[in-house]
């Protein structure tokens, strides 16, 4: 009898990998949705009255909550939550990650989402659609979502007050979600790679009465390593009548930095049915590889198509389904979109905050100004970007105890990540960084607590690497492995993913930072570790690990500079198209500052 219980058993388990087989999943593997914000869009009226018929539309009085319906079947739904009008920058209601449910991708991947009260929990007040499939097919761990919930109770037009959700499903083999990065360029023309090739305007939101302004922002990168490249967004055809380009002219785009354009509907102008595209012009030694066409979409992202990069905003109101680094390029963006140059009377654009973009008939160039007219000085990330930054570490590896380092000393030794006058995003080299020490005398720093800076080198000579199943080429970090626990600590220990450059090279301008304490042995004291990281989920492929070793502690010097080898695992996929078995990392850089 327990022979026959076995083989049922074992035939159960059969069919379920069969089946998991046939649906590329593992058979271990499940989904949870989580559903994060429920947020309202706001626009440019008095406060009282936006907020009146708002509460209103959504029953704001009561707590809402959101179902999650697969074939009709209610799979699941969110606590209940009152939405909040007194929160900094954004008006709803927010679960986080607190509540999730399991999504059966295998039965049926299109969702139905519906918003509804607690006081009438059987009347919808809000209806949106999404499809999950490409979780699967693309055997993605991490996806997030931000979607339009079309109101149901009132009509749409002028008066009716829209919102979005923001919702992310997680792999039960994802170890933690990515954390925040710059804006990914998933698309890949050698030279340049642009963030988006996709711009979205919802018909609905587009009337010469302008209660909404729909910016589209497009992320574009000069990948190369010594060509500067001269870019601009032009309207094709017809778009020049609808769409308005900033900054409209010629960028000077230096190697290895990134250039942020906006796209705005023309108020004057209400939705149209033509095709409307625009094309990124790049002029220098190196070209694209093929010609950058954008095209605009009168339309919401479709539910079929909720994966594909998108990045736009409504007001003040950002809709995009991937990361963005707040606290690098916000201040970016908030300089190139319309919406932050209108001073409006309901309180939720901060005329301080905002930036404009101006041309400088002395400097013969564009320049930031704040709203009042003030020009804006160009610095590295200040004290707040410090904070974050410690406050990330420290959450990573526990609390430094018994030492006070300050925030002064921590933006030090930050990368110096500079706004240039076009309100791009400029990386210096390393060697151009002046906030270290020279080359000194020896010194005994044997028995002395130092901050210990490792500032990275570049690698030359690594294969141009593209995911075979999608056509996005993935990005490649650096992190640290401490090979002598008690003598050092991690504070900053591994690196944001960088693109490889075009010509395959590959560089990070982030610095990783360590604490050494009295009597640490530095004879290979850490490892570095080489990784891949997909770009849909964060997922990261081995590819190598290199030391650092220095000689003695008693005689070094404040800054070291030194190559590390980098050896790659044979399990890496590209092994075989190395010339060699390792990969040099050149310049180098290990600073050390005593801490007193």
Request: net charge negative; glycine share 6%.
């Amino acid at each position: 009898m327990n022979g026959i219980a076995t083989s049922l058993a074992s035939t159960s388990r059969t069919l379920e990998d069969l089946h998991a087989h046939k649906n590329g999943l593992k058979s271990e593997e499940k989904f949870i949705l989580y559903i994060t914000r429920f947020r309202l869009v706001e626009t440019a009226e008095e406060t009282s009255q936006w907020s009146s018929r708002s509460k209103q539309q959504w029953d704001a009085t009561n707590p809402i909550i959101i179902h999650v319906k697969s074939k009709l079947v209610r799979i699941g739904s969110t606590p209940p939550k009152m939405i909040k009008y007194d929160r900094q920058g954004w008006t709803g209601a927010e679960w986080g990650l607190e509540s999730g449910f399991e999504v059966p991708i295998h039965e049926e991947p299109m969702l139905l989402i519906e918003v509804a009260s607690t006081k009438h929990p059987n009347i919808i007040i809000g209806l949106g659609a999404f499809n999950v499939q490409s979780i699967a097919t693309e055997s993605n761990q991490y996806l997030r979502y931000c979607l339009h919930i079309t109101p149901t109770k009132t009509a749409i037009d002028s008066e009716a007050v829209h919102a979005v959700l923001d919702v992310e499903i997680h792999s039960s083999l994802l170890d933690e979600p990515p954390e925040s990065n710059y804006m990914p360029l998933e698309y890949n023309y050698t030279a340049v790679r642009v963030s988006t090739m996709d711009l979205y305007y919802p018909p609905f939101l587009l009337s010469d009465a302008g209660q909404y302004i729909v910016s589209n922002v497009i992320c574009v990168m000069n990948m190369t390593e010594s060509s500067s490249l001269a870019m601009q967004l032009v309207p094709l055809k017809e778009a020049s009548v609808y769409i308005n380009i900033e900054p409209p002219n010629v960028i000077t785009v230096r190697p290895q930095q990134r250039m942020y354009f906006s796209a705005t509907w023309i108020h004057s102008q209400k939705a149209c049915m033509r095709a409307l595209e625009i094309r990124l012009v790049v002029n220098g030694l190196q070209r694209p590889s093929a010609p950058i066409v954008i095209k605009a979409h009168l339309t919401i992202p479709q539910p079929t198509t909720t994966n594909i990069p998108y990045h736009y905003w409504v007001n003040t109101t950002c809709i995009t389904n991937r990361s963005i680094l707040a606290s690098q390029e916000l201040p970016i963006l908030r300089a190139i979109l319309p919406v932050y140059r209108v001073l409006s009377s309901s309180g939720f654009v901060d005329p301080t905050e905002g930036m404009i973009v101006a041309f400088d008939k002395d400097k013969g160039e564009q320049v930031l100004l704040r709203n009042d007219g003030m020009p804006l000085t160009m610095s590295r990330p200040g004290s707040q970007w410090s904070k974050l930054a410690m406050d990330s570490a420290l959450r990573r590896d526990g609390v430094i105890q018994g030492i006070d380092i300050s925030q002064t000393n921590i933006t030090d030794l930050f990368s110096e990540s500079l706004l240039n006058a076009n309100g791009s995003f400029v990386v210096q080299e390393a060697d151009q960084v002046d906030s270290f020490p020279m080359r000194r005398p020896l010194l005994n720093l044997y028995q002395k607590t130092c901050m210990c800076t490792i500032v990275l080198g570049t690698i030359y000579g690594f294969p141009m690497v593209l995911g075979l199943s999608t056509g996005i080429s993935p990005s490649f970090q650096v992190s640290i492995t401490l090979l002598d626990q008690k003598g050092w600590q991690i504070v900053i220990g591994d690196t944001l993913p960088s693109y490889q450059s075009a010509s395959g090279s590959l560089r990070w301008i982030e610095h990783l930072v360590l604490l050494k304490w009295p009597g640490a042995d530095s004879t290979q004291f850490i490892r570095l570790n080489l990784t891949e990281v997909r770009p849909q989920d964060g997922d990261e492929t081995p590819i190598g690990a290199g030391l650092i070793s220095l000689n003695r502690m008693d005689r070094i010097h404040a800054m070291n500079s030194l190559s590390v080898a980098f050896y790659v695992y044979e399990t890496y996929s590209l092994y075989d198209q190395l010339n060699s078995s390792s990969l040099l990392m050149k310049d180098v850089k290990v600073i050390f500052s005593e801490m007193r």
